[in-house]
Nanobody, 119 residues
Framework: QVQLVESGGGLVQTGGSLRLSCEAS????????MGWYRQAPGNQRELVAS???????NYQGSVEGRFTISRDNAKNTVYLEMNSLKPEDTAVYYC?????????????WGQGTQVTVSS
């Protein structure tokens, strides 16, 4: 099992920046993809960005060019640098980590951190 602890959410004005962090506890199994989803009230959870264990990244179109995902494998930590924030970025942000058990994989989730962008 893996536990994920998030930090860095908060309230920011339009155009501001925030940095989210998510640290995964140690595991004997390999951690593959890590990333961030978000869920706004009344909406489904959507992928924001992901990063593979060798650094390949993927972004939702609406955040590309404004958000940057990165990870530190030595610290089992994934980061999300969010710039030029917009009110529509307001949501609860959840990090995830994919644990590779060899015969399969399973995603573990953080508790969520609120990001609120005021207009």
């Amino acid at each position: 099992q893996v536990q994920l602890v998030e930090s860095g959410g908060g309230l920011v004005q339009t155009g501001g920046s925030l940095r989210l962090s998510c640290e995964a506890s140690r595991s004997i199994f390999k951690i593959g993809d890590m990333g961030w989803y978000r869920q706004a009230p009344g909406n489904q959870r959507e992928l924001v960005a992901s990063v593979t264990d060798n650094g390949d990244t993927n972004y939702q179109g609406s955040v590309e060019g404004r958000f940057t995902i990165s990870r530190d494998n030595a610290k089992n930590t994934v980061y999300l640098e969010m710039n030029s924030l917009k009110p529509e970025d307001t949501a609860v942000y959840y990090c995830y980590a994919e644990l590779d058990y060899g015969l399969g994989s399973y995603n573990y989730w953080g508790q969520g951190t609120q990001v609120t962008v005021s207009s």
